[in-house]
């Protein structure tokens, strides 16, 4: 079984739907995932991540299932630097790793910060819709693996956002997420490809062998959206800072 995690296209959060270049970028994905033979897809139910996902399900005459958990993820912490709420997924290095815990797969949602965020009912209200989801295609999660009651070789694709991305790749693969969400950058569009290897009947895991892919936007000459990059370089003063 495959899953393709897609991020949506560049946005305009101001409307919750995407740019010029956003739209450009989803038309190029449509071309690409087109191609494939999908048994499912899902998506979440925010403008952005319905937009992206629009231009596939038209040119394929299909429809999705929309998940509330495949909305960006909610909480919301208040963050040390500045005593200000912030996303939790959005601290500045010099802070977050300075708490060991956060490095942790089974303790990174315990300090008093994400406690009073409520992040951990929100991360369990997310991995929990994704093993139903996953039992329902055929493979049923038991402690650190899935059992397989109907090995297949299916495509299944979610239109999402990065920071639940990084929440079902911690789930996954066993990370925690607060290295995911500081680590990496699933640029607009980039498709993350995760298989199941069934190395022994009946028990499967996911393995990741893409993530934040977008060839289908340098076939066509379209740089990456900059959007969940920060600055390359402090001077650099036409790039985000904050």
């Known amino acids: ?12 959060y101001s409307v919750d739907s995407l740019t010029k ?14 191609k494939l033979k999908v048994k ?5 139910p925010l403008g952005r991540a319905k937009d992206t996902a629009s231009l596939t399900l038209k040119k394929m005459q299909r429809t999705a299932k929309e998940y509330p958990w495949l909305r960006e993820f909610a909480p919301t912490i208040i963050r040390p630097d500045v005593g200000a709420e912030s996303i939790v997924w959005d601290w500045l290095p010099e802070d977050w790793t300075k708490e060991d815990r956060f490095y942790d797969r089974d303790a990174w949602c315990g300090t008093e910060v994400l406690q009073a965020g409520k992040v951990e009912q929100e991360y369990n209200w997310v991995v929990q819709g994704l093993d ?7 493979y049923e999660r038991e402690e650190r693996y899935y059992r397989v009651h109907n090995a297949n070789n299916d ?34 569009t ?4 995760l298989v199941t290897e069934e190395r022994r009947e009946g ?23 900059f959007a969940a990059r920060f600055c390359e370089c402090y001077d650099n003063k036409e790039e985000r800072h904050d």
């Open 1 to 12: 079984m495959k899953i393709l995690i897609v991020r949506h296209a560049d946005p305009d």
């Open 21 to 34: 270049k956003g739209w450009r970028e989803a038309e190029y994905l449509a071309e690409r995932l087109s």
């Open 40 to 44: 499912d897809f899902f998506v979440s």
């Open 132 to 138: 139903e989801l996953l039992k329902e295609h055929g």
């Open 155 to 188: 495509t299944i694709v979610l239109f999402c956002h990065f920071g639940v991305e990084c929440v079902m790749l911690s789930h996954l693969l066993g990370i925690s997420p607060m290295v995911l969400w500081h680590g990496t950058c699933a640029a607009p």
């Open 190 to 193: 980039s498709v993350t490809t």
């Open 203 to 225: 028990i499967a895991s996911f393995r990741m062998t893409a993530f934040g892919d977008t060839s289908h936007l340098y076939v066509h000459r379209e740089e990456p959206a």
